[in-house]
């Protein structure tokens, strides 16, 4: 008798079919087992880079919480906005103007914000109050201005689009005085005392940073020297062709449209001319202190 170790022969197509399913169905298994394996291993790494990722976000957010506070928010912050402010200011030229309109798309302006706008003020008893830029070593020259003074001074008409941090924006037609023309009538921004004859290419010894109180001093900005001259810088005291209303200002504000509303204070009761960066309200509380666009 021969000794066989293979499987009999047979010619039986019930047999052969069943013996095909058989193989099927364990190569389906077989799949089915490398599949859900698979599976297990894709989640423990989804589990573990998912807690890598939970545990570095919870470090992250409490390293950044404990983080020193530089003007309001916690320093790292600060420098995504010093970086973010330097590539705006890095664009910002005196030639580069705000888009103008026709004075017909010109909108009214909602009233949003009255900090600084307090209940006790007096129109007709209002002075614009100017601090000089300090010669070196010596005292502040300050001067006083009325109303019918400002008014006097060359008249500029724009219709530019007033943005808003929040997100909307309304085009809206302006009145008023370039600053840089009463800076070119009342040279208070150099230490000489020399007048800007050319916006563009002011006197060396021209201060540096401009700030704006409100007459309560509650809501204060601070501009660059470029956007305070900036021909589109307006001393503004009409809005749409009528006088400014106590709401939105009167009877002088500051309007400079390659700015944020939060730079262009209402009711300006002091201007002060300086070399260190102003005080601005909102920078104080986490927005960036240049807030141009």
């Known amino acids: 008798m021969t000794n066989n170790t293979q499987p009999p022969h047979t010619s039986d197509p019930a047999a052969a079919a069943a013996a095909g399913a058989a193989e099927a169905s364990r190569a389906s298994q077989a799949a089915?087992?490398?599949a859900l394996q698979a599976a297990a291993s894709r989640s423990r790494r989804s589990f573990l880079i998912t807690g890598v990722l939970g545990a570095a976000g919870i470090f992250g957010w409490r390293w950044l919480a404990n983080a020193p506070a530089v003007d309001g928010i916690p320093g790292p912050l600060r420098k995504v906005l010093e970086f973010n402010a330097d590539l705006t200011n890095g664009y910002y030229k005196n030639t580069r103007l705000a888009p103008e309109f026709a004075k017909s798309r010109a909108q009214k302006i909602r009233?949003?914000?009255d900090v600084g706008l307090g209940d006790e003020f007096d129109p007709m008893a209002w002075r614009l109050r100017v601090q000089g830029y300090a010669p070196a070593g010596g005292p502040a020259r300050t001067q006083e201005f009325t109303f019918d003074q400002i008014k006097a001074l060359p008249r500029t008409e724009m219709t530019t689009e007033f943005k808003c941090v929040e997100g909307w924006s309304t085009i809206?037609?302006?009145?008023?005085v370039r600053l840089s023309d009463f800076l070119?009538?009342?040279?208070?921004?150099?230490r000489s005392g020399q007048a800007i004859a050319d916006p563009n290419q002011p006197p060396a010894d021209v201060a540096k940073y401009v700030g704006m109180h409100t007459p309560d001093e509650a809501y204060f900005v601070g501009l660059e020297m470029e956007s305070a001259l900036h021909p589109q810088t307006l001393l503004c005291y009409e809005m749409n062709g009528a006088p400014l209303t106590l709401e939105h200002g009167a009877p002088l504000?500051?309007?400079?449209?390659?700015?944020?509303?939060?730079?262009?204070?209402?009711?300006?009761?002091?201007?002060?001319?300086?070399?260190?960066?102003p005080d601005d309200y909102w920078a104080k509380l986490g927005y960036d202190w240049h807030a141009g666009h």
């Open 184 to 190: 070119k009538q009342y040279p208070l921004a150099t």
């Open 32 to 34: 089915e087992t490398a």
């Open 111 to 113: 009233f949003n914000g």
């Open 172 to 176: 809206v037609s302006w009145a008023g």
């Open 253 to 277: 504000r500051l309007v400079t449209p390659l700015k944020y509303g939060i730079k262009q204070i209402k009711r300006i009761g002091t201007i002060a001319f300086t070399d260190a960066r």
